[in-house]
């Protein structure tokens, strides 16, 4: 009997922590970032223009998302599964797109690393990330701010007859819109993507995507490369050998102590492919047109800390994972320029390969090659993408998932056609509705009750719309918020001090104010403003419910730092007493419990609080704050539950 390629829907149930609510502080600053290198000197010129072209200094207008605890319990999660009589691959439309699994049914062999739990952590360029599966970033250096985020989905005819499953969405970092459209040939061993990154506007505009593939770590990584360019946690770029460098075969995920990328410098003329093969030789292939010129190997090292992130992102007794990697770009710490009106399509394919993977490197990997090219040649990969690309304009049929409705507000303001990615006014929810006045009648409606304020939007045309609108100051708040990421901070400082003059809530202008005080260095004045806001909020506060809460611990924990920055201690400790008993005692709070205690001379009862043990949910990929306070508490080494640092000891 022939099985025909289907797309269903499916439920799975997984241990899964809360999503929560997002930070309704705007992010006026970045958070922690580990992608970037000091030296641009020794990189050849285009890679050092790339590095340096438009590198992220703000999220906005996108919202962090640390409302994430680490309980696990069983939910159900939203899936769309592609199957044909050899591959059946579960993709997550809610939850960034992400491929969670990519099955070979005539062996039963998984060929993705796939996560047994649904567990947040921080890092996403905007926070909330888990790992497994492959993954779509899009938009800036680090992982997507869509990785927890949902997406449109819909079946759209392929171009072999069958069915494809369109993912698509409206990328805010950079506003572009994307899609990925995935399919199973008939009787295929391989999985098409097809992607296609759109550049609507009048001017030029950077770009980046990176398809991550998390697979076993017990493997040995192979691409066609003799040199690579690693990066070590260590703000720095440095060419070295394939696939051996100081007397280690760095193909072996599990040969490096430490975390490490290695991009991969593939021959101008050679085929884009990686692979990752167990010791029988068996695993996933990862190919591609050559516009998806970048290959990369992530390793979390067998050090301590990079065993500590994997136990962190799963449950116990799972075996560890590496990721291999296709960008646009040589490394993930560079950006593409998209011309203007312009676009930028390639196609990928995901399946098996059996090929030996002991002997030396030029042999194995000339063998992968060649059977790669048995199973999958070069050419059809480059025709698939031919036959797929008149396929992206064709409109969706069935609906099967709903992502944001940002997408249809750009799509009203720029009045922009754009084939094969409806984002229909019908998706526009409450979160648009404030823009859509103002894009309509030229004013920001009054909230009808007092709440945090909702987000804001910074591109140039909507900060345009905000300074002609009446200047009332839920106006000049956002105001503030776009002339600050636009890089004017002093005119963002007089929106928000105009505004205190007849705000009806004064801690999210006060909240911003001590932002601009501490990046200009004035930190008594910050701590001023941070406590003013906290009382403020505590007065204005109408209920428990999750944005209130969001709101107070957000600011809570900003208040505490800033008034411990400045050695207050009285008045940071009175802030934490004023915070909900569930609060303090999460994990995040906790750390800052024995923050507060060394401050207050209280070094014993610091201990006692690592003692007692701690887990901080969004602690940040490559923070080290837990590890400076035990040096400050202790002389004795980091216990291996705290242990998260993913670079080498400083010499």
């Not at 296709?326 to 320029?337: C, D, Y």
């Not at 409109?395 to 720029?414: F, H, K, N, Q």
Request: aromatic share 8%; hydrophobic share 40%; charged share 25%.
């Amino acid at each position: 009997m022939v099985i025909v390629t289907t797309i269903r829907r499916e439920v799975l149930t997984l241990p899964a922590a809360e999503a929560g609510p997002d930070n309704p502080l705007p992010p006026l600053r970045m958070l922690h970032e580990v992608h970037r290198i000091e030296d641009r000197d020794e990189l050849p010129r285009d890679m050092a223009r790339q590095v340096g072209l438009a590198p992220l200094h703000s999220l906005l207008p996108v919202r962090v998302r640390d409302g994430y605890g680490r309980a696990r319990e069983p939910r159900e999660i939203d899936a769309l599964v592609i199957e044909n009589d050899r591959l059946r691959a579960t993709v997550l439309p809610g939850l960034g797109g992400r491929v969670a699994s990519l099955l070979h049914k005539p062996t039963g062999r998984e060929l993705l690393y796939r996560n047994p739990v649904f567990q947040p952590a921080n890092f996403a360029l905007n926070g909330a990330w888990y790992s497994g599966g492959i993954e779509w970033n899009i938009g800036a250096t680090g992982h997507t701010t869509l990785s927890c985020s949902p997406l449109h989905a819909a079946r759209v005819p392929a171009p072999d007859g069958g069915e494809m499953l369109r993912l698509w969405e409206w990328e805010r970092l950079r506003d572009l819109p994307f899609q990925v459209d995935l399919w199973l040939p008939e009787h295929s061993d391989f999985l098409y993507v097809g992607v296609r990154i759109r550049n609507p506007h009048e001017r030029a505009v950077p770009t980046y995507w990176w398809s991550n593939i998390a697979v076993p770590e017990e493997r040995r990584v192979l691409a066609p490369a003799r040199e690579a360019w690693h990066f070590g946690y260590e703000r720095r770029l440095r060419r070295v050998p394939v696939p051996s460098y100081e007397g280690v075969d760095r193909s072996y995920p599990l040969n490096s102590p430490y975390a490490a990328d290695y991009f991969y410098e593939l021959p101008d003329a050679r085929r884009r492919w990686i692979a990752a093969l167990d010791a029988d030789g068996r695993g996933l292939v990862q190919t591609s047109t050559d516009v998806l010129r970048g290959r990369k190997l992530f390793v979390w090292g067998t050090g301590s800390g990079g065993r500590r992130w994997q136990e962190w992102l799963t449950e116990p007794g799972t075996d560890g994972y590496c990721e291999i990697q296709a960008g646009l770009a040589r490394t993930q710490l560079e950006h593409v320029l998209m011309d203007a009106e312009s676009e930028v399509s390639w196609l990928e394919a995901y399946g098996p390969l059996e090929s030996p993977e002991a002997g030396g490197w030029d042999t194995v990997v000339r063998e992968a090659e060649t059977r790669l090219e048995t199973v999958l040649p070069r050419a059809d990969v480059d025709a698939a993408h031919a036959a797929w690309k008149p396929y992206a304009d064709t409109d969706p049929g069935e609906i099967l998932a709903t992502g944001s409705g940002w997408g249809a507000l750009e799509v009203l303001r720029g009045d922009w056609k754009l084939p094969g990615t409806p984002f229909e006014e019908g998706t526009l929810g409450e979160a648009q509705k404030p823009w859509l006045q103002l894009l309509r009648a030229g004013t920001l409606p009054e909230p009808r009750r007092v709440r945090p304020p909702g987000e804001t939007l910074v591109a140039p045309h909507w900060r345009d719309m905000l300074e002609t609108a009446p200047a009332t100051p839920l106006t000049e708040y956002h105001l503030g918020v776009a002339q600050w990421h636009a890089g004017d901070r002093a005119q963002a400082v007089r929106s928000w001090e105009r505004a205190l003059e007849l705000a009806p809530s004064l801690w999210p202008l006060l909240r911003c104010l001590a932002v601009a005080d501490q990046e200009a260095g004035n930190h008594e004045r910050a701590a001023d403003r941070y406590a003013d806001a906290f009382d403020d909020l505590c007065h204005e506060r109408r209920d428990n419910g999750e944005s209130w809460t969001a709101a107070t611990a957000a600011l809570g924990r900003e208040a505490i730092e800033a008034l411990l920055a400045v050695r207050r201690t009285a008045q940071a400790r009175g802030v934490r007493e004023r915070l909900h008993p569930a609060i303090r005692g999460q994990g995040r709070f906790r750390l800052i419990d024995a923050q507060l205690l060394l401050a207050e001379g209280r070094p014993d009862e610091a201990r006692a609080v690592f003692a007692a043990g701690f887990e901080v949910a969004d602690l940040r990929e490559g923070a080290e704050a837990v590890g400076r306070l035990w040096a400050r508490l202790s002389d004795e080494p980091l216990p291996p539950h705290f242990d998260f640092r993913m670079r080498p000891p400083e010499s």
